[in-house]
């Protein structure tokens, strides 16, 4: 039997979040492979190798799901959110590019998931309910300038924003500098939406005004989204609704 | 028994991409709103009153739903992909906003949905897999030049860009001028995917580089991606593969 790749995105957290498409590519897997956190969301059973590695590995995880599908493996490999943002889609294929010739010839499907900042817009209305951008605010990859660059331009085409990887113990300082960025750019207090763990146990939500976000209200689960200079809060408290128009008046 | 409004996304079109979420929300419901061929994806069931309207209704619909949900109805509003993605959330919202007070005390659920920019971007790979930006193409609610300014924005940040509603009967012509601006401001031949009905048994999708890229290779049902400067075509033809990669070598 002919082996193959297929990338799935299992939602923010949630069960009743994963599409019932990637449920079913999971139940015709012989391995899985993923990051700790994912693949333990993963029921075991007989015939069914789960490979669980540790975070920052992504390309080592890549290069294995590759060699067991040219082996002839049914492998799943396992993202929170949707697989093509900010997540191991990419990896693979960069670890494809990088890879022997006959790799390219595997079959490989990536199926969509609910990705982190649709499920924080909707916990709290529609504030992506425009144009918006979505940036990963890591500079594990990418230099500090050209974040800073990308946040000025996005808040000069007064985009919506949605920042994926805000803050982590080895980056405590970025998003500060990034709201100093924002308040500089924007001038205004548009709402920003700090969304942590959506859709888990543990999530918790909280929407300020851009001149009273501060860097420790986000760590490395939280989502956080901005407004655009056209976003409303209709509703605050425990419960808020929050919404970008469809409309622009000239 | 006190009403609600679930707005729920119904994904690109596939039943196997619409979440159990979303589904058990529809089990519940008294009432169905939304636009013709989403309600008619919804199964005829006792004690369920459909509700279809033709497009361009949204408001109309939206204090529909409040009025129903006001008057003790449990009303699911259908959208197609993410309702908060160019779809009826906003719509929703606005409506609320406009509407009595004592509409702001009622139960308002969004439900998240896979949106056609994503499953547009997995079905060909991962070229949303790094920084980028969603724009609706439609000028009916916004002033034209303020899309202009967007897409060189989104150019001049180095933004994969997905663009929603790229062109319809009645906006023939604002597609070609979106490819005029974008070969301007980009000046290479990166790729531009056309995914036509994603995940339906009308499926079209067509990967070619910007500078061979025309209007009539998109329609209303069309979801239209363009890669950033980095985006790469790993595999053509039938089955293509286009990511972007996670790093950027400054």
Known sequence: MSGHVTIVGLGPGADDLVTPQVTAAIEQATDIIGY???????????GLTLHATDNRVELDRSRHALELAAAGHRVVVVSSGDPGVFAMAAAVFEALEAGPEHWRELPIDVLP????????????????????????????????????????????ADFAMAFYNPRSKSRPDGFARVLDV????????????????????????RVVPLTQATPEMADMRTMVLVGSSLTRVLREGDDPLVYTPRSVVP
């Open 36 to 46: 700790i956190p994912y693949v333990a969301r993963i029921a075991p059973r007989e």
């Open 113 to 156: 998931g609910i990705t982190a900042m649709l499920a924080a817009a909707a916990r709290v209305g529609a504030p992506l309910g425009h144009d918006f951008c979505a940036i990963n605010l890591s500079d594990n990859l990418k230099p500090w300038a050209l974040i800073e660059k990308r946040l000025r331009l996005a808040a000069e």
């Open 182 to 205: 924002l308040n500089a750019a924007c001038g205004d207090d548009r709402p920003v939406i700090f969304a942590r763990a959506v859709s888990t146990p543990e999530e918790e939500i």
